[in-house]
Every structure is written in C-alpha cells, then in structure tokens.
C-alpha cells in the first residue's frame, strides 16, 4: 500500500535517458488510510503500457491540503528533477478540492488546452465533465498535469476515444506531452502508439 513517505520505486533499470515522473495521489481518506487508493496504480499500471522510453516513479500520497500539495509539486521539480509530474484527484468544486490552486500556485505557464481537452473529453460520458477544474501547467523543465481522480477517467483522458474499429476518434492529452517535454528542454520520450500516439511536428522526431 502507499503512503505519503518518500517513496521512489523503478519501473524498469534505469539509464542515461531515463525520465523521472513524478505521480501524486491527493485524497483526504486515502492518506489517512480509511480506503486503498487507487490513483498511483493505475497511474503506473498506464504509463508502463504507454511509454517505451525508460522512466522511473516517483510517488506521494497526500491529504487535500492547499499548502501540502505545493510542498510536494515544488519538491518533485526542485529536488526530485521530475520533468512530468501527474496528479490525481481535488479538482472538483468541492470545498477541499484545492489541487488546480496549488498547481497554480507553483506555476511558471500556465498550458490551459490540457485542461480543456479533458473537460472535451468527459462531456462524452457524463455533463458533470463541467464541473471539473484539472490544470496543467509548467514549472521549470516540468510539465504538471491534474488528472482527474476516477481511473477510468485518468485513461479515458490520457489515451483520448477511439471508435468500434479502434480508430482515434478523439485525442487524448498524452499525445501532445512528448513534444511539449521536448519544447521545454526535457528529456525526449516515445510512446507505444498502440495506447497512445505521439504527434511530433516531422522536424522534431528522432530517426
């Protein structure tokens, strides 16, 4: 189970090319233990099916504290030197949803199409997809994306829709984090266009 210690663990060997990415759960009653949480997971469950580039986790699970979750977001940057962080829950209206202003908080950008996309993407499925808030923003060489905090929702937004014949039929946000790493000095990374297509101008990929 995971906990809000300072937990890294690698998901394949590390190398020179390696990406650090940070994955915060932020859940009052998942860091207190009253429920297993469910967000870091399925998060690396994804990106171990997703990426094909080596990386590494780097994990938190937090309570919805305002001041908590800065902490964490500026630490997995400053110190940690995660170039892509993923959160997962607190942003919805709730009174204790407080991730996207501790998001903001940290920011250098802001990149509000990530935040759009995933609203566009949820209001397939359900008209509370309004209600969410999820930011993305960048901090340093960092990308920092809000997921939203169900796992179906988490792959929903991250692979995009495809139809019956499993053509896209809507992008998912992930297919433009490779070459938004790659624009902020980053570490390049490949995808497993099975899962998640990466779209990178023809200029910028690698041979």
């Known amino acids: 189970m995971f906990n809000s210690d300072h937990q890294t663990i690698k998901i394949i060997?590390?190398?020179?090319?390696?990406i650090k990415i940070g994955l915060v759960s932020i859940?009052?009653?998942?860091?207190?233990?009253?429920?297993?949480?469910?967000?870091l997971p399925h998060l690396q469950e994804w990106l171990s099916k997703a990426l094909i580039t080596p990386w590494q986790a780097v994990t938190r699970l937090i309570p919805d504290e305002k001041s908590e979750i800065e902490f964490t977001l500026k630490q997995l940057v400053?110190?940690?030197?995660?170039n892509l962080?993923?959160?997962?829950?607190?942003?919805?209206p709730a009174i204790r949803d407080v991730t996207p202003e501790a998001t903001l908080a940290v920011a250098d950008r802001e990149m509000p199409g990530f935040g759009e996309q995933m609203r566009q993407i949820s209001l397939n499925f359900v008209p509370t997809a309004i209600l969410s808030r999820q930011v993305a923003v960048i901090r340093k060489q960092s990308l920092i994306i809000n997921?939203?905090?169900?796992?179906?929702?988490?792959?929903?937004?991250?692979?995009?829709?495809?139809?019956?014949?499993?053509?896209q039929t809507v992008h998912g946000i992930f297919?433009?984090?490779?070459?938004?790493?790659?624009?902020?000095?980053?570490?390049?990374?490949?995808?497993?266009?099975?899962?998640?297509q990466a779209f990178r101008p023809k200029s910028a990929a690698k041979v």
């Open 85 to 92: 962080i993923l959160t997962t829950g607190g942003t919805g």
């Open 13 to 18: 060997q590390m190398s020179a090319q390696t």
């Open 78 to 82: 400053d110190d940690e030197g995660c």
């Open 27 to 39: 859940s009052d009653r998942a860091s207190s233990g009253t429920y297993q949480d469910l967000g």
């Open 147 to 167: 997921l939203p905090g169900q796992p179906k929702a988490i792959a929903q937004t991250l692979e995009g829709l495809k139809d019956e014949n499993g053509n």
């Open 175 to 196: 297919a433009a984090v490779p070459y938004c790493l790659d624009l902020i000095g980053a570490p390049y990374i490949e995808t497993n266009a099975a899962i998640v």
